[in-house]
């Protein structure tokens, strides 16, 4: 029984996250700024028009997806921490200890290189136009 006991408490340990501790973002709300629709079931594209007015497109790996789609502007960056560590614990997948510096990562990329999202001091209701995907008429 000791070995089981030693694989299962390991499983279900949660890091000690420091870094999220000092991030200078970590109380700021996350929202999306971008149109967006479903490409497939599991798979979503970034809708923006250039400076020429051409549609341009933009698919996103994995994590970047799951974040842009969490940016309700309803959570704080530290918050957010707590729904990814959630995540983790509910695919009984282990918890990475530098979740924080990857998740601030991501959302720093999503708002800087992308351009996707907003950070911002207060909750803030989506714009209709960023809550749900386009409707194709």
């Known amino acids: ?24 973002h970590k109380d700021k709300y996350f929202s999306r700024i971008k149109k967006w ?12 028009k250039d400076e020429k007015g051409k549609i341009k497109m933009t698919t996103m790996d994995y994590w970047y997806q799951e974040m842009f789609l969490d940016a309700n502007g309803q959570i704080t960056i530290a918050e957010y921490l707590s729904v990814l560590v959630k995540q983790f614990q509910d695919s009984k997948m282990e918890i ?15 708002k800087n290189d992308l351009k996707a999202i907003e950070f911002t001091d207060s909750r803030v209701q989506l714009k209709a136009e960023y809550k749900d995907p386009i409707v194709k008429s």
């Open 37 to 48: 629709n479903w490409i497939n079931s599991e798979q979503i594209s970034i809708l923006e």
């Open 96 to 110: 990475p200890t530098d979740l924080d510096k990857f998740m601030t990562e991501t959302l720093w990329s999503l």
């Open 1 to 24: 029984m000791g070995i089981f006991k030693n694989i299962f408490k390991k499983n279900k340990s949660i890091p000690e996250f420091d870094f999220i501790e000092t991030y200078e």
